[in-house]
């Protein structure tokens, strides 16, 4: 049984219309455990804001993508390949001034192939982003895995989250968690 996290994209749903009363809604009927924050356009103060909303109605996780400034009102942070290398070219270093600001809040990498996974291994992480599973209309990206996440998610010595394309009943094995964004309200 996988474990549903999901994505609230703010500039997707805003495209889309939708609330986060609504996105709530479906995060209920999906049993969803966490949520991820990714807003890549608004102001800080904006995000703070938003932010500041979804944790008023959400008591689950809350984990705000790539802005470490929003730490305080989040329970981790997720980054990317290239936002982790922001504080450092060394991602070794880099992870551990981020582990040092965030402390024992969960932190989440993006991981793309059979590399990454296995530099991810050696750092001090909660869980992986694996992906993309399938072509999403949200992120563009060359590397479509398929088939191929179950036997790279093998691979992790961390919890491993399936990301990119993501349905909410996809069954993949060697994965905790289903990251679903705008297929949540797909159905």
């Not at 981020?98 to 990498?109: A, P, T």
């Not at 993006?110 to 072509?135: C, M």
Request: aromatic residues 8%; hydrophobic residues 40%.
């Amino acid at each position: 049984m996988h474990t549903i996290y999901a994505l609230f994209d703010y500039d997707t749903f805003k495209k889309k219309g939708v609330s986060f009363s609504e996105f709530l809604k479906l995060c209920k009927k999906y049993d969803a455990k966490i949520i991820q924050y990714r807003d890549k356009s608004s102001s800080l103060e904006d995000m703070r804001d938003r932010l500041s909303t979804l944790r008023s109605f959400w008591d689950g996780i809350l984990i705000v993508n790539d802005r470490i400034e929003l730490i305080d009102l989040a329970d981790g942070l997720h980054l990317g390949q290239e936002d982790i290398l922001r504080f450092d070219k060394d991602i070794k270093k880099a992870v551990k001034i981020v582990r040092d600001e965030i402390k024992d809040k969960i932190l989440g990498l993006s991981t793309h192939n059979r590399e990454e996974i296995l530099i991810a291994n050696e750092l001090d992480l909660d869980y992986i982003g694996l992906g993309a599973y399938r072509k999403t209309s949200t992120k563009d990206t060359d590397n479509i895995l398929g088939k191929k996440i179950e036997e790279l998610a093998a691979l992790s010595i961390h919890p491993v989250a399936a990301i990119g394309g993501v349905r909410p009943d996809d069954e993949i094995k060697n994965v905790k968690y289903l990251v679903v964004g705008s297929s949540l309200y797909d159905d």
